[in-house]
């Protein structure tokens, strides 16, 4: 009996056989079930990035992605596979970055969606070392704080953190040191520097 071929339009039927999406059914199912989200992804990537210059691309590669792995197969709960996407392309933009502001990831459990366990698994991790670090950051003195977080998670140079901090550029270098060190030594134990040699 010869198989019946499945009309381009029909997107559930060639994504759930296995067989590869046609670009007309997944350019339907793009706008039919992604675009409506845009909103609340907006919303999402507001709440979760630092820079509003950067929402709009953001956004677009984003559905570069989704469109991307719609081609292989067709997901069952598109909202969710759009915000898992977003979730994740903004880890790895942070991860890339090497500057973990902490506002980054402040929301990523109020999205409610489910992810595949290893993901979620990792996020998990990711957030306690978030928590860990910021604990530790409370325990250093707060001149020395305010110049380790201006220096880590705003990124700025030595000569800026000097100006806001109304220091010179020695004392501004002097506060990183001294609160890199401390970080180091509360996150990881003393450092071979400070420890007695037998």
């Given at each position: 009996m010869a198989e019946t071929p499945v009309p381009e339009h029909d997107v559930n039927g060639p994504n759930r056989q296995g067989r590869a999406v046609t670009n007309g059914a997944v350019t339907a199912w793009f706008i039919r079930e992604i675009l409506p989200?845009?909103?609340?992804?907006?919303?999402?990537?507001?709440?979760?990035?630092?820079?509003?210059s950067d929402l709009p691309d953001l956004r677009q590669e984003i559905y570069?992605?989704?469109?991307?792995?719609?081609?292989?197969?067709?997901?069952?709960?598109?909202?969710n596979f759009l915000f898992v996407c977003a979730r994740n392309h903004l880890i790895n933009l942070v991860r890339r970055e090497q500057v973990v502001?902490?506002?980054?990831?402040?929301?990523?459990?109020?999205?409610?969606?489910?992810?595949?366990a290893p993901q979620a698994d990792r996020l998990v991790m990711e957030q306690e070392?978030?928590?860990?670090?910021?604990?530790?950051?409370?325990?250093?003195?707060?001149?020395?704080?305010?110049?380790?977080?201006?220096?880590?998670?705003?990124?700025?140079?030595?000569?800026?953190?000097?100006?806001?901090?109304?220091?010179?550029?020695q004392a501004a270098?002097?506060?990183?040191?001294?609160?890199?060190?401390?970080?180091?030594?509360?996150?990881?134990?003393?450092?071979?520097?400070?420890?007695?040699?037998?």
């Open positions: 989200l845009e909103a609340n992804l907006m919303r999402y990537l507001q709440h979760n990035w630092r820079n509003a570069a992605r989704v469109l991307e792995a719609a081609q292989e197969k067709l997901p069952d709960n598109p909202r502001p902490m506002e980054t990831f402040a929301d990523l459990d109020a999205l409610g969606v489910a992810s595949a070392e978030l928590r860990r670090v910021e604990a530790a950051l409370e325990k250093l003195p707060a001149r020395t704080r305010e110049a380790v977080a201006l220096a880590y998670f705003e990124g700025l140079s030595r000569t800026e953190i000097a100006k806001r901090m109304g220091v010179s550029h270098s002097r506060f990183i040191a001294k609160g890199t060190l401390a970080l180091g030594d509360i996150l990881f134990g003393p450092s071979a520097e400070g420890e007695q040699k037998p």
